[in-house]
């Protein structure tokens, strides 16, 4: 079945679920109910709160009406017959006195004794739906605003055959497990505060930690590749927002103002025009071209509380922000250093599928046609020359210039949208700068934002996820858990610990001096039974743990249980330090 029929018939079990519905709670006033990725929704009025046992019941009765073949009949209607028809109905009567300023018809649909405003299209009758199951309730102001009557939402899943939707529950039920929230708990990686402040995440010392061998990469990378860094600050005054032209295009992301003595300062919600304050602040020649400059940023951005998700969605970010300030000319090899940048840097965190995107001029755009046509064509032969596959996405471009999206997949196929490079008309106009060129005229230059994991915390969580938590060994928090059978063993685990790490208790003792090997090691001197160690060091997703007893001791051998494998080694320190560290170099 094409995405386009299967799209109709999960329209088509909405309808159905309304049917169901009215059956069973004939008082029912109906909202809306679209077909949406994987299902469909129907937001219902009703005068009690639904519960789980509800939707036991309306699925049983979807199924029975299913069997009945009940038949989609679809007619016209004037404005004024279906407000006769739809009489008691409130939501769907504001819906038509809409619809009668433009329309001088309107399409409804029936099912049974189900009728819907609806302009369809629909299938044939009941027994064509595929698959179905009613997965969850929640609550959905009528059209989205806050000064309308919460409605009932009940949200179900459809797929063409049986088969697909128990794969997918499988799959939702694995990513279940793998919800960072839920991970970010148990590893002590993370957490949020209601005194905080709601999508501020506080970062515990092994979450912070991740987040510095992260960022200790991302700098060394840049710098391999050209790049310099700079640093702005977390506000601006309301006068640089104006210019920027954020106040008019971002306002609604932005927080109000704040009075510093007879000026007013914006939180920053982007980095750009601090750094083209940086351009700005000497002359620039063509031979200075091109400037890559790069920034781990903080960014506030308001984002109601409805739709903050842990780390995903947040009102305080670190974005991995990066401007390159190049000529026309430069323009397409840019571009393709920016490209081969962003897979090489994606890459190395395990990510092997893409999903690339070029999106092109939107209705309301500034910058002429050319400028638009040049950059387009700049990145569309960029793309083509790399052997990039990519889909175009019409009209999706940012209003001050074309883009690139990547999505990046995660380890149970899905999408996550993280790297963008973006072309900008907008601010160097706006900012008035320019270069040099060779004849001694002002040229303005090209400007390229570019952001190559997106926000540090999204990134995370994404990780988080597609890793279970069970980070590779050069991102562990705590790379080697030393567990010793009793106390006897302490001074050879306490050895180990100084030869193998930096820190003398755990990886966040205290430094010791002499030669190390740079590994993060947690000596476990609890006085736990060893079985419970072990546990406690899996339930941690710890990559390699090493029990120390007699037979260590006296052998002068590591036993090495390593993550995710049964079999448990018994090897020389040379040997395992070899093996680790060729890991670790691998960025394994």
Known sequence: MENKNLETMRHSASHLMALAVLNLYPEVKFGIGPAIENGFYYDFDLPFSLAEEHLKKIEKKMQELKKENLQFENKKLSPEEAKKLFGNQPYKLELIDELQKTEKEVMIYKLGDFIDLCAGPHIKSTKEIGAFRLTRLAGAYWRGSEKNKMLQRIYGLCFEKQKDLEDYLKLEEEAQKRDHRLLGQELDLFSFDEEVGAGLPLWHPKGALIRRIIEDFWVKEHFKNGYQLICSPHIGNLKLWKTSGHTEFYKEN????????????????????????????????????????????????????????????????TQDDAHIFCTPENLNKEIEIVLRFCFKILKTFSFKNFEVYLSTRPEKYVGSLKDWEEATQAIKLTLEKLKIEHQIDPGAGVFYGPKIDIKIKDALGRGWQCSTIQIDFNLPERFNIFYIDQKGKKVKPIMIHRALLGSFERFFAVLLEHYAGAFPLWLSPIQVYLAPVGKKHYQTTRKLAKEFSAFAKGYGGSPIGGENFGLRVWNDESRETISYKIRKAEKQKIPYILVVGDQEMKKKTLNVRERGKKVIKTISKKKFLEEILEKIERKK
């Open 254 to 317: 932005m927080y109000s103002p704040i009075k510093i003595e007879d000026e007013e300062y914006m939180l920053k919600p982007m980095n750009c025009p601090f750094h083209i304050k940086v351009y700005k602040s000497r002359i620039r020649s063509y031979r200075d071209l091109p400037l890559r400059w790069a920034e781990l940023g903080a960014v506030y951005r308001y984002e109601k509380s409805g739709v903050l998700h842990g780390l995903l969605r947040v009102r305080g970010f």
